[in-house]
Structures are given as C-alpha cells and as structure tokens.
C-alpha cells in the first residue's frame, strides 16, 4: 500500500475549521492536522477528548491515600514523638502536606503520561511534512478512504492554498 | 469570537503568522546586542558579589550577617519572601489565561513565567544559605535515616520547603511545557547545525499534530488547575511561617490572604517594569500594547486597596483586640517609634501611589507606569522588613529588645540574587522567544475579524 | 423572545404564605424565647443581606472584569439586591433586642468586663447604630443608582449607560469591599466579644460571592424552566458551575486558614472561640458546615459535565443555601444564646425571610426589562460558547 496522502495546505486557522467540519460531516477521515498553532474549535472538530483529567483523579486519590498512610505511620507507630503539645496525630497539619504532596504528584504524572502518550521525548526527530507546519501553513492530512477527487474539491472549496500529494514517512527516532 | 462595539483588539495591525514568527523570533536570532553583552556582565559582576558573599556565609558562619539573638530572622527572610511574592504574577498570569480565559494575558504569560521561576530561584536560596551548612539539606526530608527520626510535620519549615519546592518544580514545568510549540519552530527555522540540535532536543520533536494539541491542551488546562491552588498555598505557607506564632504582628488569621495579596501586588509590579523594559527594547509593542499596561494598572489599583484595607484592619482589630502587646507593636513600634520610617514607606509606596491609577493619563503613560511599579516593590520589599523585623525586635520582654543592621554580607546576598535574576531574564530574552507565539497566533485576530462570516450557532 | 417578566400568580401566593409562616414563628418566638428570636432575626438579616450584597458585589464583577458571558442574565443579580431596602429596616429593628444577642450592649458590663470597657468607644449603642445606618444608605444608595443606570439603558441604549454601570461598579465594589467586611465584624464577630479574627470580615466579604451565584442559579434555572432566556446555553451554566467550584476552594480556604492559625498558636482568648464549636456540643455543626459548604460543591462540581448537569447545579445550590445558614447559625449562636437549639423558630422564620425575600427580588425583577437588549455585550452574551 502507497503510503500517499493528499494534503491541504491552509494559511488561515479559521478556513482550515470551515473545511474540516466540512470533511467530518461527509465522513471523510482525516488523518492528522499539523499546525503552528490550534484553537479549541478544532480541536473539538475531530479528536476526543483526552482522557489525562480522569488519570490525575486517580492519581490524587492514590497520591493522598498513599502520603495519609505514610505520614500516619512515621508520626505515630514508628516514632511517636509529642511536639508542642499537639496531638501524635494531628490533622490540621496534615492537610497542607498533602494538598502540596498531591499537586506535585499530580503535576508530574500527568506531563510523565502525555510525554508517554504522545511519544515526544528529549531528542525525538520529528516528522515534520513542511517545515512551515510550524512557522504559518496549516497541513490538512487526508486518509486515503474517500474519493480523492471529492475530497480535493471540499479542501479546495474552503479555501486551500493548493493541494499536494505526498508520501509521509512515520517512521521517528533520535535526532542526533 | 463576537464582537461587540468594545474594541477587543489583542494583537495591533494585520499581520500573518509568517510576520509573527519573523518579529518574535527576531530577539533569538542575529548577534547579541550591546546592551545584552553589558546587562550580562553587569549581572555576572553582582552575581560574583553575591557569590563571595555566599562564600563568607558558609565558610565564616551565620555570624557575618546582622542577625542577634532577637532579631533572628533578618534580610535572609525579607528577600526570601519578596522574591517569592514577585514570583507569583507568573503564575497568576498562566492562571488568567488558561483558567480565567483572559486572552490579553496570552502575550504576557511567557515572561512572566520566565519571571517566576528566576525569582522562585533566588527566593529558594535564602532559606538554604540561612541553614548553615546548605549541603545537608536533606536533613529536612523524611527518610529512614541513621538517627531514626522523622521530621516534625506540624513545622511551617517543613511546609516551606514542600510548598517552594513543588512551586518551583511546577512553575519550571509549566514554563517548559508551554514553549515546546515555539522550541520547535525555532528547530525548523535555524540554519546553525548546533542550535538546530539543542532545539531540537529541547523541543521534544514537537511536530504540530493535532492528535498531541488535544492533549497539549489538556495537559496545559489541568496543569494551570493545579497552579491556581498551588499559587495561593504558596503564600499562604510563607505566611503561616510567622502566622501560626504567638508573637503579635506576625498571628493575624488575615496574614495567609494579605500575603496571597500582596505577593499578586508585587509580582504584578515587577511584570509591568519588565515587560515596559523589554518593550522599549524589542520590537514587541504591537503585542504587548498599552491596554495590556492598563489591564496590569487595573489588577494594581485594586491590589493596592486590598492591601490599604488590609493595612487599616490590621492597625483597627490590633486596638480592639485590647491586648497591650499588639497594641505596642502596630502603634508603638510600626505607626510610630523604632520602625515609623519603614512603615510610612510602606503605606504610601503600597496603598497610596498605585491609586494614582484610578485616573487614566497615568495608565497611559509608560514613565509614570515604570515609577510606580518600582516604588511598589520598594514598598512591598519594606512591608516585610516591618512585619519580620518589628515583631522580633521589640517583643514581649523589653530587656531583649534590639536594633537590627544588616551587614556587607546581607547585602551581598541579596544584590547575588538580583544579579541571578538579571542574567537569567537575559538568558532568557536571548535564547526564547519572549512572547508565546503559539499563543499570540490564534488570537491576532480576535476584533478583526468580519462579523458576518463569524457567527456560531449553539 | 420575552423581554420582561411577570411575577406568577404562584410566587406571589408562595410568597405570601411563607411571610405568613414566618410572622407566626416571630409571634411564637417573642412569646416562648425573645432572645432565641432576635438571635434568629440577626442570622436571617445577615443570610438575605450576604445574599443581596453577594449578587451586587458579582454584578459589578461582571463589569470591571469585561465579562461578557453574564450580559444575558445581568438583571438577575441586580434584582437580587432589592432585598437590602428591606433588609435594612429588619436590621435597624434589632436595635430592640441588642442587649439579648451582645454581651457588650448589656447595660453596666464595661464597669465588670476590663476588655469590654477598652472597646467601649467602638462597641456602643449610638455608635453601633450609627454604623448600621451608613453601611446601608451608601448600599442601597448605589443600588438605586446602577438600577436607575440599568433601566436608562433599556429605554435610551448606547454605550453611556455601560460606561456609567462600569464606573459605579468600580465605586460598589469598593464601598461593599470595605463597609461589608466591617459590617460583618460588626454585627457577627463582636457578638463573643472577646474574640478576634482579622480575617472575619474579609471571609464574609468574599463568601457571599459564593451563595449569591447559588441563588442567580436558582432564579436563573427557574425562569429558564418558564421559557425565558431561551438563549441560555450549556456554556453559561458551566461558567456558573465552575463560579461554584472555584469559591467553594475559597471558601474551604479561608475556613482552614481561620482555624488554622488559631488552633496552631493555640492563644486561650482566640481559642476560646473555637472550643465549644471544634469539641463541643457543635461539633456536628462544625464538621457539617465544611462538609456543606466545602467538600460537596468541590467534589461534585470538580468536572464540568457533572457540574453543568441541570439536576444537579440546583440541587448544589440548595445544598449551599442550607450552608450559609449553618454557617451563620454556627457563628452567632454560641455567642448569643450559648444553647443548640433546633425547632420551629429557625425554620419558621428563614421560610418568612425567604419569602420576603423572594417578594422582593421578583417584583424588582419585573420592574426592569428582563433581557438587557440595549446591553453593548448582549449579542457576544448570546452567542456565548467555551
């Protein structure tokens, strides 16, 4: 299977979302859309949503469950020690610790899991289709499962600077 | 976007994206300018300062700084907590753009955040050089160790050093996250072989997938949520350092928010002298307007009440407290007597001259903007000096009361750390962009664009 | 599309009936226990007054901060602030039963209590009065003035009325930042009078933000259920909902903050304060009163979708209404009367308050158009989306 895509090249944000919801509601499937930029319509327009909120309420219910544990059993069963007439284990205290405990945890797993998901890392060589994908060219992806002919004239209609076909190499790796 | 007859224009003039990446790359590429080379060597000249007196601090002892038995927190302390109150107007900005939605803070956020986590840097280092021996602050962890002990969780000092510590920690991250975008447009832009490598490394092969946007985004949103609580409990931890004692003027309950408030203050005013510098020196003033300006006098006009009402509450419930102690030190020791210089500065520098901007020819003038928003950070910088330095002074044993006089030491320390924060921000113009670009793009349009063509359906 | 609104027959009648309750349980109050009532009365002043001052204070939020997104039920909360009228003579009525509810109005104890003498020339009747009558001609003052501002706008447009509305936004908010703090200190922290808190006023400032978006909600959500603002979208009420989350962080905030210091420098005259409610009779109270007020609205209001939900923002609402009482509640009746008591009273009168309250709000509702049409940010309102 040739591995060619037809791609729009859009320099406008806003016509790239007019031909996308465009394609979206005739069932043609895109592949990917690469850009300096986003906003949120367009990103609404065909990706999920991601699912790293759920994963952080996990993790900070782990995170405070956990610390709770750890802090229960340093201050009270392992070495019981009285400061300032406070309670062995007093709660007040505790809850700054954990608030700030959870907010790192929480931070460092979620950027961990979307360093992890999206596959970016120190050093990665990018798969870039045009070096202006990150400098003001929008590039609309196509998958090949639509009649290309079709699909050029909705990118075309929405206002594409030109349409190419491309062969797009998926391959990553170090970039050193 | 609809527009209204508000004019809602964030970005000036029409430009293309490809006329934005060139004018905000413009500070990154090319040789480095006079001034940077002098800014630099000027800030390596303090820093050296800062060094040798950090040297003399370590290897001479604490003894070489003002401090006595009374006064035992001195500058070390009232820098810590200056530095970490200008930190906090990076991540308030982060926090007005990606949880308020405040679009205008788009354009602002990236030197902020820089502004941060330089001035989170040298705030961390008051505390570490004030242990003595800074190479074991480990101490301070909870870990099987060979004495056996745990650390006393119910310190505020442990509380510090989990709460600057995860500040840091994610103030660097949010910085770092939010410019892969524009790491990776410098990546494809370069022609330089080396800078292509080190920003492409750094760019974390950052190729403008939507896929990964979504969950940029996402990323970017539940990272400012955390941020948002993170920037309040911050200060709110330094200031339960002094809060949760019994000496008067340092237990108020009203000290976590006023300290909250006044860092916002501060930070807000170290922005606005930053940012007027940077405008005048790069080429940045269609991005960085004057109603950006007018917003930050805004955010200070009211800081500055809060803070005046803050101030009035303190002095009216020390009176109806009808404690003597506290009764001393607001009026005997901060309103007048050993500390009134201090306190009058602070009152007029915080809650008096800000209001000056309630009227609009002060917002509009970059001169005025630039004098008061330094007199501000003199003011906070002497609002804590009056809060530590007053209470410990003369507390409730008249026998024990003291004076307090830093020393060169003291003063080396703290010029070290504005000579960090003066080559950091450099750094930081010289290899970043200093304006978030991926950012500033989709909201160069907001009031331009044609009304018709714009309409959403719901 | 429906401009103006007409009270129902319905809220009229309720209204009524619920006055009627509540003049019953005042009658049977100043029979049974004239002290449990003017304790009550107060709770109930400050509850609709927090309310009134509430929406205000997030009305001319609105307009300094250039929100658009609220333009379309504007006339909400600026109708909510027609309570403080009313408000206000309930308020100066207690002038009648001080001594029952302050320890320092009771005649002769600034010659016994050394610390009630040193606050004497802050704590006394005249004076206290005097206050009282100040904080609220400069409320309803500025009341009067940005709903004459309003009601200018709906017959004439343009942007002079918003331009005016800004401006005296900013003025209320300063006003209500201080007078409300204060009013707060006065009224509810003096009541243990040995007590002291620099954060009360400011708590209470900044809380009533927090019951007045509950109460918007509620009008909001039951006009909607009428067939007005049909404009109203998912996108507005998930910007209420996370109103409702974020304050209900500030809220458990400044409560811990509060207890916080307190409890950690552990001083007998502030601590004092916190026994009877931290480890006695109101312990119940106190852990529900976090619970209400915190711990439910943050979890249940944590993701949007849940939030925004049309079941579940009102049910959130009422759940925050029964907060600020048991807030209230818990702050002046240890002090007052010192006994936990529970019965027809308290709720009698809240439901006769209520139904004042809800007299007012609607009948102002009704004077002015309910859509602001002339509103230079209604259209970007309208078209509101995240």
């Known amino acids: 299977m040739s591995n060619k895509h037809i791609i729009g090249v859009f320099d406008d944000d806003q016509k790239l979302l007019t031909a996308v919801k465009n394609l979206t509601q005739h069932k043609a499937n895109i592949k990917d859309v690469y850009g300096p930029s986003t906003s949120h319509e367009l990103i609404k327009a065909f990706t999920r949503e991601s699912l790293l909120p759920f994963l952080a309420v996990l993790v900070a219910i782990g995170t405070i469950i956990g610390a709770f544990g750890f802090l229960y059993y340093t201050s009270v069963i392992d070495y019981p020690l009285r400061y300032g007439g406070k309670p062995l284990f007093s709660f007040p205290p505790m809850v700054v610790i954990l608030f700030f405990l959870t907010i790192l945890v929480v931070g460092g797993v979620s950027v961990i899991a979307f360093l992890g998901r999206t596959q970016l890392f120190p050093g990665k060589q990018p798969v870039m289709i045009d070096p202006r994908a990150s400098d003001d060219r929008f590039y609309l992806v196509m998958d090949q499962n639509f009649n290309p002919e079709e699909i050029k004239l909705w990118i075309i209609e929405a206002g594409a600077l030109e349409i190419v076909e491309k062969e797009i190499d998926t391959q990553t790796g170090w970039g050193f | ?458 | 599309m429906e401009h103006t609104y007409k009270p129902s027959t319905l809220i009229k009648a309720l209204s009524g009936v619920l006055i009627l309750i509540g003049v019953l349980a005042v009658i049977y109050g100043f029979t049974s226990d004239p002290a449990r009532t003017w304790s009550n009365m107060l709770i109930n002043n400050m509850y609709f007054i927090t309310l009134a001052i509430g929406a205000l204070l997030f009305y001319s939020m609105q307009y300094i901060t250039d929100s658009a997104w609220s333009a379309l039920f504007q006339r909400v909360p600026l109708a909510i602030g027609a309570f403080l009228p009313i408000g206000a003579v309930l308020m100066l009525l207690l002038y009648f039963g001080l001594p029952d509810i302050y320890e320092w109005a009771l005649p002769g104890i600034t010659e016994t209590d050394k610390l009630i003498a040193h606050k004497e020339p802050f704590l006394n009747l005249p004076f206290f009065m005097t206050r009282m009558v100040v904080y609220f001609t400069m409320w309803i003052a500025l009341f009067v003035v940005l709903r004459k501002i309003a009601s200018k706008e709906d017959s004439s447009g343009g942007m002079d009325p918003f331009i005016k509305s800004r401006y005296y936004s900013k003025v209320f908010i300063f006003v209500a930042a201080i007078s409300f703090s204060l009013a707060a200190k006065d009224w509810i922290m003096t009541i243990d009078s040995h007590w002291y808190s620099t954060l009360f006023g400011f708590r209470a400032a900044v809380t009533s933000i927090y019951y007045a978006v509950a109460v918007i909600i509620l009008i909001i959500l039951y006009l909607n259920k009428l067939g007005y603002f049909p404009q109203l979208n998912t996108a507005h009420r998930n910007d209420l909902a996370r109103y409702l989350f974020r304050f209900s962080i500030v809220f458990g905030y400044l409560w811990f903050m509060q207890f916080l210091i307190i409890w950690y420098a552990n001083i007998p005259e502030l601590t004092a304060y916190y026994y009877p409610r931290f480890l006695g009779e109101w312990q119940v109270l106190f852990y529900a009163e976090l619970l209400i007020n915190f711990a439910i609205p943050f979890i249940v209001m944590m993701s949007d979708v849940v939030g925004r939900n049309k079941i579940v923002m009102p049910t959130i609402s009422i759940i925050l209404l029964i907060g600020l009482w048991v807030s209230l509640f818990l702050q002046v009746m240890p002090g007052s009367t010192g006994e936990l008591q529970f019965g027809f009273i308290e709720t009698g009168m809240w439901l006769g308050y209520a139904g004042l309250f809800i007299f007012a709000v609607f009948t102002a509702l009704s004077g002015l158009n309910l859509l602001p049409k002339n509103h230079p940010q209604l259209e970007e309102s309208i078209h509101h989306h995240i």
């Open chain 2, 1 to 458: 976007m609809i527009s209204t007859s508000l004019d809602q224009t964030l970005v000036k003039g029409h430009k293309n994206y490809g006329q934005i990446t060139d004018e905000l790359l413009a500070n990154t590429e090319g040789r480095p300018p006079l001034w940077w080379l002098v800014g630099i060597g000027l800030g390596g000249l303090m820093l050296a300062f800062g060094g040798w007196a950090m040297y003399t601090s370590v290897t001479v002892g604490l003894g070489t700084w003002g401090l006595t038995n009374s006064v035992a927190w001195g500058w070390d302390i009232i820098n810590f907590v200056w530095w970490i109150g200008i930190g906090h107007a990076g991540t308030a900005f982060t926090i007005f753009f990606l949880v308020f939605r405040q679009k205008w803070a788009a354009s602002i956020n990236r030197s902020a955040e820089a502004m941060t986590v330089f001035a989170v840097m040298c705030a961390g280092l008051f505390p570490l050089i004030h242990m003595g021996r800074p190479w074991l602050a480990f101490f301070i962890m909870p870990y099987p160790n060979t004495r056996l002990l745990w650390v006393n969780y119910n310190s505020p000092l442990f509380w510090d050093v989990l709460a600057i510590s995860t500040y840091l920690i994610m103030s660097i991250t949010l910085w770092y996250i939010g410019m892969v975008p524009d790491l990776a447009t410098i990546r494809d832009r370069t022609k330089n072989k080396l800078r292509k490598t080190i920003y492409g490394i750094f760019s974390l092969g950052w190729d403008g997938s939507l896929y990964t946007y979504n969950r940029y985004e996402t990323l970017m949103k539940l990272l400012g949520g955390l941020a948002a609580p993170l920037v309040i409990s911050v200060h709110t931890i330094v200031a339960l350092d002094f809060a949760v004692s019994v000496l008067p003027g340092w237990h108020a309950t009203i000290l976590p928010p006023y300290f909250f408030a006044g860092a916002i203050f501060s930070g807000f005013a170290m922005v606005l002298t930053l940012m007027i510098l940077m405008r005048k020196v790069f080429n940045i003033s269609d991005y960085v307007t004057l109603k950006h300006f007018d917003n930050i006098a805004h955010v200070l006009k009211y800081g500055s009440l809060v803070i005046g009402l803050a101030y009035a509450i303190e002095l009216f419930l020390a009176w109806y407290s009808g404690v003597e102690y506290e009764i001393y030190t607001f009026f005997n020791a901060r309103a007048s007597g050993s500390f009134s210089t201090a306190f009058w500065i602070m009152v007029v520098c915080n809650a008096i001259v800000p209001q000056v901007f309630w009227f609009k020819k002060a917002r509009k003038s970059l001169l005025s903007l630039f004098i008061v928003s330094v007199l501000i950070n003199v003011g906070m910088w002497y609002e804590r000096f009056v809060i530590l330095v007053s209470s410990l002074a003369e507390d409730f044993l008249p026998s024990s009361w003291t004076s307090y006089q830093p020393t060169i030491v003291d003063i080396g320390i703290y010029v070290g750390t504005f000579g960090l924060f003066i080559v950091g921000m450099l750094l930081f113009v010289r290899f970043i962009p200093v304006i978030a670009i991926n950012e500033v793009k989709p909201i160069s349009r907001i009031g331009k664009e044609n009304k018709k063509t714009e309409k959403h359906v719901e």
